[in-house]
T-cell receptor
Framework: TQLLEQSPQFLSIQEGENLTVYCNSS?????LQWYRQEPGEGPVLLVT?????EVKKLKRLTFQFGDARKDSSLHITAAQPGDTGLYLC????????????FGSGTRLLVRP | DADVTQTPRNRITKTGKRIMLECSQT?????MYWYRQDPGLGLRLIYY???????NKGEISDGYSVSRQAQAKFSLSLESAIPNQTALYFC??????????????FGPGTRLTVL
């Protein structure tokens, strides 16, 4: 079974701080997605990375796909209370890219 | 208007009861999925469907069944609910024609409690 390990599981930081969330696997993925989920809602796609070593930026969020396409990171600069939520990474299997393997999530709390 | 809707949003039921969760989408996507979410376990795939005539089991299909009544509708049934099926259930869609057809769009979820 392919697994995606996310760390940390929980993060509580002060507004203005920087943070990095990691998503690791021993398996290769054809692409990797990051979602954010807020209470009472479904996950919402933030970004998809496809190429090994790819870096994408979304305002204060920077996403990187590992060179070997086995891992990814999400870095948030100057976190704001509006960044609070559950962050999920999801890898697409190489042989069946329509199937996503989800990490267990990182719950982020940004205190004002 | 929401593109992916789920009903009911919350349901409390008793062990042994039959439950149906419904999902509708207006995105025109061909692929639909059912997931359950448990604390610390992320999202796990129950069933998925590529079109009305194509239904496939996911990693945790035991105790569940599905029906794809139309391209826009995909329902999940628990034939005889048990307490360990208490979870958040999400429906999702994706478009096979998109450049990266695996980007998924989720409904708001159904919180199911089995007593």
């Amino acid at each position: 079974t392919q697994l995606l390990e996310q760390s940390p599981q929980f993060l509580s930081i002060q507004e203005g701080e920087n943070l990095t969330v990691y998503c690791n696997s021993s398996s290769v993925f054809s692409s990797l997605q990051w979602y954010r989920q807020e209470p009472g809602e479904g996950p919402v796609l933030l970004v998809t990375v496809v190429t090994g070593g790819e870096v994408k930026k979304l305002k204060r969020l920077t996403f990187q796909f590992g060179d070997a396409r086995k891992d990814s990171s999400l870095h948030i600069t100057a976190a704001q209370p509006g960044d609070t939520g559950l962050y999920l990474c999801a890898g697409a299997k190489v042989d069946s890219s329509y199937k996503l393997i989800f990490g267990s999530g990182t719950r982020l709390l940004v205190r004002p | 208007d929401a593109d992916v809707t789920q009903t009911p949003r919350n349901r409390i039921t008793k062990t042994g009861k039959r439950i149906m969760l419904e999902c509708s989408q207006t995105k025109g996507h061909d692929r639909m999925y059912w997931y359950r979410q448990d604390p610390g376990l992320g999202l796990r795939l129950i069933y998925y469907s590529f079109d009305v005539k194509d239904i496939n089991k996911g990693e945790i299909s035991d105790g569940y069944s599905v029906s794809r009544q139309a391209q826009a509708k995909f329902s999940l049934s628990l034939e005889s609910a048990i307490p360990n099926q208490t979870a958040l259930y999400f429906c999702a869609t994706s478009d096979n024609r998109a450049p990266r057809g695996n980007e998924q769009f989720f409904g708001p979820g159904t919180r199911l409690t089995v007593l």
